[in-house]
Nanobody, 113 residues
Framework: QVQLVESGGGLVQAGGSLRLSCAGS????????MAWYRQAPGNQRDLVAT???????NYADSVKGRFTISRDNAKNTVWLQMSSLKPEDTAIYYC???????WGQGTQVTVSS
């Protein structure tokens, strides 16, 4: 059974940092492009960042220079390091095997002003 489990969310003040983790099981992790999405209340789920199996990354314009996606294939884990957080970053953050229906349960990030 394929499973993704996110952790690391929480409440942080604007300007602060958080590091999200996504642990995968039941998949050949190293062959897949992984992604982080986020969804704020009333909004659609938006792509935040992706990382290929080889480590190439892409970011949404809104997070460029502030967020960093990384992975360790041996540990079946993907991270999202978030810095200089803004209130508009408040959302539920989801891990995804890109272009599949494999999602984690999400982790809440709340940034206070």
């Amino acid at each position: 059974q394929v499973q993704l489990v996110e952790s690391g969310g929480g409440l942080v003040q604007a300007g602060g940092s958080l590091r999200l983790s996504c642990a995968g099981s039941g998949i050949i992790f190293r062959f897949n492009t992984m992604a982080w999405y986020r969804q704020a209340p009333g909004n659609q789920r938006d792509l935040v960042a992706t990382i290929t199996s080889g480590g190439s990354t892409n970011y949404a314009d809104s997070v460029k220079g502030r967020f960093t996606i990384s992975r360790d294939n041996a540990k079946n884990t993907v991270w999202l390091q978030m810095s200089s957080l803004k209130p508009e970053d408040t959302a539920i953050y989801y891990c995804n095997v890109l272009a599949t229906l494999v999602w984690g349960q999400g982790t809440q990030v709340t940034v206070s002003s």
